[in-house]
């Protein structure tokens, strides 16, 4: 295998393709409280976009694209994010409560605080399921940056 | 009040985001100091709801019963039994924090190993808080995978074998679980525990509902490790790190198995039909028997105590199961007699069933740390190459000492009285069914064979000539001490001051066990 | 009537059986995980059966519809809820398996359940 990766005409396709993969994704989130998806759903079909990428260019690639630490820095802040929307009900006296206005119905900011906690689950799905899959195939002990074990 | 329940769970929830990141820095006392701190919020505000819990329902999010008696809301309900394992796991865990402080420090990524403990700690707070059936599934799957991951942290190959083991085990338990709640949910329209509890009796049971009651006893027997499903504790707790089997032998098959047979049988299926706790007492005593005749003859410190916890929790579910098998005679088809006495007695079996899963949780996570004291010093498991712990690390060995003796139920240790309350419960209910005294008499001789079992432990870990090999043992760091002391405070504390934390401790824990099935009018009220 | 009531019960407790016999019977330690991934897609399974109604629509509500006719129509939203949930946690049992038959393959060399026994008693 001279080149990594796979052939020129995957190369080609997924740079071609990737975008449009990603901005799907976050079409299915933002839109998660009209139609059937939301966060873990688009945040799979973003993680999917990053793995063609991978796939398509090789593990040197990868290892210059994004690093373990940064995986596990977007994790945390989907996380982080999720639960501060949750923490934030507590100015309005309860846990979790949808503090925003809600103007009518089927309409894109029709939901208060819903789209902003599937932004924060959709980020921090795609970061995790990244990082679960490049511990798997691409940080391998002995190999790459490092193998960890992962959560 | 009641606002701020969710805080048990989402303060551990943010800390086990934040600390990876925090474990990256070159400086080690923030991730240290953030761990203890929530750990001791976290004990803190558990005993703050111990004596300023107003018995409310707390629907998050507002999004309270619907429409028709069907609630799409999630409701968290902290009773009495919530609140004594509020304590009980609080108080477990912030000695184990304490304890993983200078532990941990073998191990690289001690980030990582506290988010899983406090991934883990959510869990299990979410299990005991929460009212509502697929939301205590949610949170035992989150407490059970972090335990599989955390159980394999130090990736040597039997502890990947052990987790491996647990994981699948584990798993197929956890599966059974969500088989039974979607019967459940089949013949009922609803999750919530107080509605399905309300609905069942008053349409009482059917084929379905038994179905699902015995894939609800596979799936948490096998969390709380009773006897035919037993198979994954004596490897996954010696294997994991001391910490960690503090963790999971005191509080993790408590939360997880226990309190939701306990909730599930007592409060939400309801002692209609009188085969359940006739099932819960024959687990208990398989378990109780299997458990200590197996350990016996055990030379690993670690699997010797993880033998004696299967054993230690046959005595919890038997004593459960006496108190509901009582129960459920009372309310029978024809109201005996005595039902006063069936009533006080069933009351007794509760009281010390509910003594005995606190002091267990006490005593075997303290062992469990000794026992990691005693490796990490020595750096051998076999009691045989251990010796004269009392004179080389006098810390430990004392504290290996008192749990020593509470766990063989010597006065004035916890131990002690809760034992001798589950057996005498048993002689009162031999009045009512021979049985019964067979039983208490099988307890006895379970005792007995325990005591046996940790004057090995004594004689040859503790007393004895030094062994060559380990002539310059020192004491552990300090804060492995602090973290032991604790719990020897409490295993000393719980059996002078028992009548005292009686009353505030186990009463309310005890009620509303006995209330069975009036848990769903207190739930739903407020 | 009777065989539309059982039929999820014995389609999930069939997939249940393949499972266990998978995790019980089988040498090989991916078996075994395929196995565990079975079992739990029988529940999710089972539980989205139970929310079936026959001749139900999708549980969308689309501009200007009747809530209660549609409430009356749509088939039951809160099991297709649930097993995404269910869903969500297989995916990670599952990623958290294969980790751990990767080091275990390193560790021991080999995927056989029978040879890899260091722990007995």
Same mark, same amino acid.
């Given at each position: 295998?001279?080149?990594? *990766?796979?052939? $020129?005409?995957?190369?080609?396709? =997924?740079? !071609?393709?990737?975008?449009?993969?990603a901005l799907f994704a976050a079409y299915i989130i933002v839109y998660g409280h009209l139609t059937p998806g939301g966060g873990f759903v688009g945040g799979v079909i973003l993680a999917c976009g990053f793995i063609l990428t991978v796939l398509a260019y090789g593990k040197n690639f990868a290892n210059q694209m994004i690093s373990?630490? *940064?995986?596990? $820095?977007?994790?945390?802040?989907? =996380?982080? !994010?999720?639960?501060?929307?949750?923490?934030?009900?507590?100015?309005v006296g309860d846990f979790f409560v949808n503090l925003w206005a809600r103007p009518g119905n089927f309409r894109l900011l029709s939901a208060g605080t819903i789209p902003l906690s599937n932004i924060a689950i959709g980020i921090k799905v795609a970061a995790c399921l990244l990082g679960v899959f490049l511990a798997l195939a691409v940080f391998r002990p002995g190999e790459g940056a490092g193998g960890e074990e992962d959560e | 009040?009641?606002?701020?329940?969710?805080?048990?769970?989402?303060?551990?929830?943010?800390?086990?985001?934040?600390?990876?990141?925090?474990?990256?820095?070159?400086?080690?006392?923030?991730?240290?100091?953030?761990?203890?701190?929530?750990?001791?919020?976290?004990?803190?505000?558990?005993?703050?709801?111990?004596?300023?819990?107003?018995?409310?329902?707390?629907?998050?999010?507002?999004?309270?019963?619907g429409p028709a008696d069907s609630p799409i809301g999630i409701s968290l309900y902290a009773d009495g039994l919530t609140r004594l394992l509020l304590v009980t796991i609080s108080m477990v865990t912030l000695a184990a924090v304490l304890y993983s402080i200078p532990y941990m420090e073998r191990f690289t990524g001690k980030g990582l190993y506290y988010s899983l403990f406090f991934l883990m700690v959510t869990g299990m707070f979410g299990v005991v808080l929460t009212g509502d059936l697929f939301n205590l599934y949610v949170f035992l799957e989150v407490a059970a995978i972090a335990s599989y991951a955390i159980v394999a942290f130090g990736c040597e190959s039997e502890e990947l074998e052990a987790s491996f083991k647990y994981l699948i085990l584990g798993a197929l338990g956890s599966t059974l679980v969500l088989f039974g709640i979607a019967m459940l949910y089949n013949q009922t329209g609803t999750l919530n525990m107080a509605q399905i509890g309300a609905i069942v009796s008053e349409r009482g049971l059917n084929p379905v509902l038994l179905l699902a009651a015995s894939m609800f006893f596979a799936g948490f027997g096998l969390k709380a490790a009773m006897v035919p499903f037993h198979a994954w504790l004596p490897d996954a707790h010696p294997s994991a790190p001391a910490p960690i089997s503090a963790m999971l032998s005191g509080v993790l098959i408590k939360a997880l198995g226990v309190y939701a047979l306990c909730r599930v049988f007592f409060n939400v299926l309801g002692l209609a039909d009188g085969a359940f706790p006739r099932v819960l007492i024959v687990l208990g005593a398989l378990s109780m028997v299997v458990g200590v005749l197996l350990a016996v003859g055990q030379w690993d410190f670690k699997r010797l105590l993880a033998y004696h916890s299967i054993s230690q929790m046959g005595y919890v579910v038997?004593?459960?199961?006496?108190a509901g098998a009582l129960l459920a005679r009372i309310s029978g088809a024809t109201p005996p007699d005595d039902a006063a006495f069936l009533k006080g007695t069933a009351a007794l079996a509760l009281f010390g069933g509910l003594f005995h899963l606190f002091n267990h949780a006490a005593?075997?996570?303290?062992?469990?740390?000794?026992?990691?004291?005693?490796?990490y010093a020595t750096g051998t498991r076999q009691l045989k190459g251990l010796g004269a712990l009392i004179k080389t690390m006098p810390v430990t060995g004392a504290c290996c000492r008192i749990a020593a003796l509470s766990i063989s139920g010597v006065p004035p240790f916890n131990g002690f009285w809760s034992k001798l309350i589950i057996i005498f419960a048993l002689a009162r209910a031999g009045a009512v069914h021979p049985a019964y005294y067979w039983?208490?008499?099988?307890?006895?001789?379970?005792?007995?064979?325990?005591?046996?079992?940790?004057?090995?432990?004594?004689?040859?870990?503790?007393?004895?000539?030094?062994?060559?090999?380990?002539?310059?043992?020192?004491?552990?760091?300090?804060?492995?001490?602090?973290g032991m002391v604790i719990l020897a405070v409490v295993c000393l504390g719980a059996g002078i001051l028992c009548p005292f934390i009686q009353g505030s401790l186990f009463e309310p824990a005890r009620d509303a066990l006995m209330g069975g099935l009036a848990y769903a009018k207190l739930a739903l009220g407020g | 009537m009777l065989v539309r009531e059982t039929l999820p019960y014995v389609l999930a407790m069939l997939l249940l059986g393949i499972g266990v016999y998978a995790i019980a019977c089988k040498k090989n330690l991916i078996k075994a995980i395929i196995g565990v991934i079975v079992i739990e897609y029988a529940?999710?399974?089972?539980?989205?059966?139970?929310?079936?109604?026959?001749?139900?629509?999708?549980?969308?509500?689309?501009?200007?519809?009747?809530?209660?006719?549609?409430?009356?129509?749509?088939?039951?939203?809160?099991?297709?809820?649930?097993?995404?949930?269910?869903?969500?946690?297989?995916?990670?049992?599952?990623?958290l398996m294969v980790a751990m038959a990767l080091r275990i393959h390193e560790k021991y060399g080999t995927f056989d359940l029978s040879r890899i026994r260091k722990l007995r008693g």
């Open positions: 295998m001279s080149q990594p *990766g796979m052939s $020129l005409i995957v190369k080609e396709v =997924a740079k !071609l393709v990737t975008g449009f993969i373990d630490a *940064g995986t596990k $820095l977007w994790d945390t802040f989907g =996380a982080v !994010l999720f639960l501060l929307v949750a923490l934030l009900g507590y100015t | 009040m009641t606002n701020l329940f969710p805080l048990f769970v989402a303060v551990p929830l943010g800390a086990a985001f934040v600390l990876p990141i925090l474990g990256r820095a070159r400086a080690r006392w923030p991730l240290d100091a953030l761990a203890v701190m929530v750990a001791l919020f976290v004990a803190g505000f558990a005993l703050v709801a111990l004596f300023a819990a107003d018995g409310q329902a707390l629907w998050v999010g507002g999004w309270g019963p038997l004593a459960v199961g006496l005593f075997k996570s303290l062992l469990f740390l000794c026992a990691g004291a005693a490796e039983l208490a008499g099988l307890t006895v001789l379970v005792s007995f064979l325990t005591l046996v079992s940790f004057v090995k432990v004594q004689r040859y870990a503790l007393q004895g000539e030094v062994k060559p090999a380990h002539a310059d043992v020192r004491e552990v760091p300090g804060w492995m001490c602090a | 529940v999710n399974l089972f539980l989205v059966l139970q929310g079936y109604r026959t001749g139900g629509e999708a549980p969308i509500l689309a501009e200007g519809e009747n809530v209660g006719a549609f409430a009356a129509a749509a088939v039951d939203p809160l099991p297709q809820a649930m097993i995404l949930t269910s869903i969500v946690i297989g995916l990670g049992v599952l990623a």
